[in-house]
């Protein structure tokens, strides 16, 4: 009896034969028609052994490029992916063509992947570069993406509105149970079920950073009046969201989603304190007002109104985890067109006012806060805000712009030490670098002084202007 090997072909064992004295391989096969047969000789069988091992090799390699393993007898791959697509689009046409794993990258705590994916969809071919971060046990960004921001996804999709509009964070993709796909499937096309526990350790986000969004075009210094005025209205935007949705369910977040971690406030160190001081005792301007600011970093933070400021907020707002689009205009310069956010790892439960006082006080540019400040908060920020939620439902009642006023200069502080804390670890840096490159040094002690005195210039002001709209 003998075996056909093609089977090899396919990358399946073929099966043995069951003369065990024979090592011989393959069908007998006519030397001439008529002629009688001869069995292969050992080395043509071992050869032809070989040959059929390596085709299989190179499909094993070959389909280890076009898969992904994530543990818990997971694996994807073409079909998943399809099945991940179809349902984030709700299309049952799209179709995936290629799918290429292009770099692995071990983290302390998983693993890393970008992967290079081609879908049809209508007959037109369209590449889409998607991140997996697969940890090795829960992780609070991927809850935040695939639990919460989904949520908020699909209240904003059951409003009849576009999630892009509102909500400043690269699209993320849930692997789903085949049970609530959408497709319909061949009897030949088999899923595993996925389970629960994917969605608290892996997040699957499309690839944009870098490529159709960017970090700030601008040259040094902070963000210009066009890209705060977007900034800040996108914001608003985002907090928005969950806002509507907290008042419309009347829900609360704590409760309904216990893995979110709570805020912690900006802190100063003591060395920090130490030059704050001496940036007082040297100013003739400021000096007079320096128990605001010196008591005030060290004091704990008050209670905040949550049930009327509560959002959904971003947590460590900085110009390094904002990212913008750009398009052109008359072929003559670049005008940002949307926003997004980076790193949703600190994301929390928290007043409005913290990330709008971090994206000040941290991003935007110290002549455009000085000028704008005021128009940045009380018009872009709150009409963004109030027009946001009532598209949502209008009949939400929101916080009147002079209550969102007044809790916006009870906090100024934390916008203070968000962007004390910014500066002063930019001025540390350099404080590192041999005296070899010393010259080669731009930030210096004048700049770190000139960036604080700007604050506290800004902050006062503030104050004054409020108290003054009160009276």
């Known amino acids: ?34 002629h009688s047969t001869r069995r292969k000789s050992i080395q043509e069988s071992l050869q032809s052994l070989t040959q059929s091992m390596s085709v299989g090799l190179r499909i094993a390699i070959r389909a280890s490029k076009e898969s992904l393993e994530l543990g818990e007898d997971l694996i994807l791959d073409k079909l998943l ?16 063509v290629k799918f290429i794993i292009h770099k692995k990258e071990e983290r302390s705590n998983g693993e890393f992947h ?37 949520n908020l996804r699909n209240y904003i999709l059951c409003k009849k509105l576009n999630p892009r509009k509102y909500l400043c964070t690269a699209d993320h993709f849930l692997l789903w149970n085949p049970e609530e ?134 947590g460590s707002l900085n110009k390094s985890k904002v990212f913008y689009k750009y398009r052109s205009e008359l072929e003559s310069r670049l005008f940002c067109s949307d926003m997004i956010f980076k790193d949703l790892s600190e994301c929390c439960y928290d007043s409005c006012l913290i990330d ?37 439902n209008q009949r939400i009642v929101i916080f009147s712009r002079g209550e969102f006023v007044h809790e916006f200069e009870r906090n100024l502080i934390e916008g203070f030490n968000a962007g004390l804390n910014l500066h002063t670890e930019e001025y540390e840096a350099t404080l590192t670098v041999p005296d070899s490159k010393s010259s080669q040094q731009t930030y210096t002690y004048t700049d770190y002084r000139d960036c604080v005195l700007s604050m506290v210039r800004d902050i006062l002001q503030f104050k004054i202007n409020a108290q003054a709209t009160v009276t």
Not at 124 to 142: F, G, N, Q
Not at 255 to 281: A, D
Not at 362 to 390: I, K
């Open 356 to 392: 709008l006082l971090h994206l000040l006080f941290t991003a935007v540019d110290p002549e455009v806060r000085e000028e704008y400040m005021a128009d940045l908060v009380c018009s872009v920020y709150y009409d963004s805000f109030a027009s946001a939620v009532a598209s949502f």
């Open 181 to 314: 796909s959408l497709l319909e499937r061949a009897e030949d096309e088999e899923i595993s079920g996925v389970p629960s526990s994917v969605n608290n350790r892996i997040l699957i986000q499309e690839n944009v950073f870098g490529k159709e969004y960017r970090l700030s075009m601008l040259d040094g210094g902070g963000l210009d009046y066009e890209h705060s005025v977007l900034s800040v209205s996108k914001l608003a935007k985002f907090h928005a969201v969950s806002y509507a949705f907290r008042k419309e369910g009347k829900m609360d977040i704590s409760s309904e989603y216990p893995w979110m971690k709570p805020r912690s406030r900006s802190k100063v160190n003591h060395q920090t304190m130490v030059r704050l001081q001496n940036i007082f005792q040297q100013s003739s301007q400021f000096g007079q007002y320096s128990s605001i600011f010196l008591n005030g970093v060290q004091e704990e933070a008050g209670e905040d109104e949550l049930e009327n400021f509560g959002v959904i907020s971003h």
């Open 114 to 150: 970008e992967i290079e994916v081609w879908t049809k969809r209508d007959g037109v071919r369209k590449k889409i570069d998607i991140l997996v971060s697969a940890s090795a046990e829960d992780d609070r960004e991927t809850q935040v993406y695939n639990i919460l921001l989904t």
């Open 81 to 96: 992916t399809r099945e991940m697509l179809a349902n984030h689009y709700n299309e049952r046409d799209i179709r995936v």
């Open 1 to 34: 009896m003998t075996t056909n090997l093609s089977s090899l072909s396919n990358g399946k064992s073929s099966v043995l034969p069951g003369r065990r004295h024979s090592i011989a391989v393959g069908q007998s096969t006519p030397s001439h028609p008529g």
